[in-house]
């Protein structure tokens, strides 16, 4: 079992900045890898950003240049760090793991941007 707890979202204007937090209830170097997603209203979940045991990383067209996956394992914390915000990055985003052929989800946090 893995518990997956998202923090950091909120309000934010245009423009503006958030760091997204994923707190994992066990070690995080013991995942292949880990992803951040998002979920608009009315649309499917999307991937924004996937960070891999090597520390490899790869991200959503939409996210290059402005977001920048982490983590660290000591705290065992994947991060989303959120730049240059736009209206269209609104939605909840959950981070996800899949662990011995389970895949986990957080509860997810909102973001809202909006002036």
């Known amino acids: 079992q893995v518990q997956l707890v998202e923090s950091g979202g909120g309000l934010v204007q245009p423009g503006g900045s958030l760091r997204l937090s994923c707190a994992a209830s066990?070690?995080?170097?013991?995942?292949?890898?880990m992803g951040w997603y998002r979920q608009a209203p009315g649309k499917q979940r999307e991937l924004v950003a996937r960070?891999?045991?090597?520390?490899?990383?790869n991200y959503a067209d939409s996210a290059k240049g402005r977001f920048t996956i982490s983590r660290d394992t000591a705290e065992n914390t994947v991060y989303l760090q959120m730049s240059s915000l736009r209206p269209e990055d609104t939605a909840v985003y959950y981070c996800?793991?899949?662990?011995?052929?389970?895949?986990?989800w957080g509860q997810g946090t909102q973001v809202t941007v909006s002036s």
């Open positions: 996800d793991v899949n662990w011995l052929g389970k895949t986990y």
């Open positions: 066990r070690s995080i170097q013991d995942f292949y890898a």
């Open positions: 960070i891999f045991i090597g520390g490899t990383t």
